[in-house]
């Protein structure tokens, strides 16, 4: 069963738009006074990711006035930023080492949120800064492939083989919801292998748990109906499987081969049932006010 109801948005940045092979990727450069190189480390802190062994320093601003997203670091490379709701992953960050291949470092936005962000990606040891902005009802991921020039030798992207045997399933809002992700490419397929962000969300690696493809995160809406926001940056088709325990409901987000980068959200498939109790052996629904 497919969702009745959903809504793309194609990305919509300031200034360039970057192909290289298959991979689609939009930026806006932070134009204005020349630059000065600003030599130091990053220092990670409640609003900023270090990444790339403290060079690149990642921070994100949303809403209107702007406020700080704050941070969560996953490792050297990635990250995430949640705006008001600390178990809610809104934008899923990595900037990768490039500099083998096109001598750039390359920067990797999803995106499960439609409200007015703006990403900020700055070399601290240039002082070189690239800002990704998503206005107001767009969901947009990127895959920026021409981020930065490479100013220090670091180790090269290395393409990872698929890795099978994990049922790639997680579990969102403290059980109730579980999440899948199958992978289809000419003569192969596979499951991704997941990463629970928070309670709300979920990201999803093809072809190693270290690199993220695709994420989703699933919060309350405002017309009766959970809003399950779901965000990628690759041209491998795939489908999402997502499943209310509670109700049985069930969806399948299909993104077809070649489709780059982008994002999406389904806001009828799965009703707030405000009475859901968790059981040892799965979920009760229904009218539970007598129940003790």
Request: charged share 15%; hydrophobic share 40%; proline share 5%.
């Amino acid at each position: 069963m497919f969702p009745s109801t959903h809504r793309e948005s194609n990305l919509r940045f300031s200034r360039v738009l970057v192909v290289l092979g298959a991979l689609a990727c939009a930026r806006a450069l932070a134009f204005g006074a020349p630059a000065v190189a600003v030599a130091g480390v990053c220092s990670p802190s409640a609003t900023q990711l270090c990444t790339q062994g403290g060079l690149i320093a990642v921070e994100a601003t949303w809403g209107d006035p702007a406020q700080d997203a704050q941070a969560v670091a996953l490792g050297s490379s990635r990250g995430w930023f949640f705006f008001d709701d600390a178990e809610a992953p809104e934008m899923y960050i990595e900037v990768l080492d490039g500099c083998a291949l096109n001598d750039r470092y390359w920067v990797k936005r999803i995106s499960l949120s439609d409200r007015a962000s703006s990403l900020s990606v700055r070399n601290v040891d240039t002082g070189e800064q690239a800002l990704y902005v998503q206005p107001t009802g767009t969901i947009s991921s990127i895959f920026d492939v021409d981020a930065f020039m490479c100013s220090q030798p670091l180790d090269p992207v290395v393409p990872h083989m698929p890795e099978g045997g994990a049922s790639g399933v997680v579990e969102l809002l403290d059980g109730r919801f579980t999440a899948r992700v199958i992978w289809t490419m000419p003569g192969d397929s596979g499951v991704a292998l997941p990463q629970v962000l928070a309670s709300r969300g979920a990201a999803f690696g093809f072809f190693s748990p270290s690199s993220v493809n695709a994420a989703v995160k699933i919060e309350d809406g405002d017309a009766g109906f959970f809003r399950v926001f779901y965000g990628w940056t690759s041209s491998t088709a795939f489908e999402l499987e997502v499943i209310d325990r509670c109700t049985g409901n069930r969806a399948v987000y299909s993104i077809p081969d070649g489709a780059g980068t982008g994002g999406a959200v389904d806001e009828s498939s799965f009703p707030l049932t405000p009475s859901c109790v968790l059981f040892s052996d799965g979920f009760e629904s229904g009218d539970l006010s007598g129940w003790d």
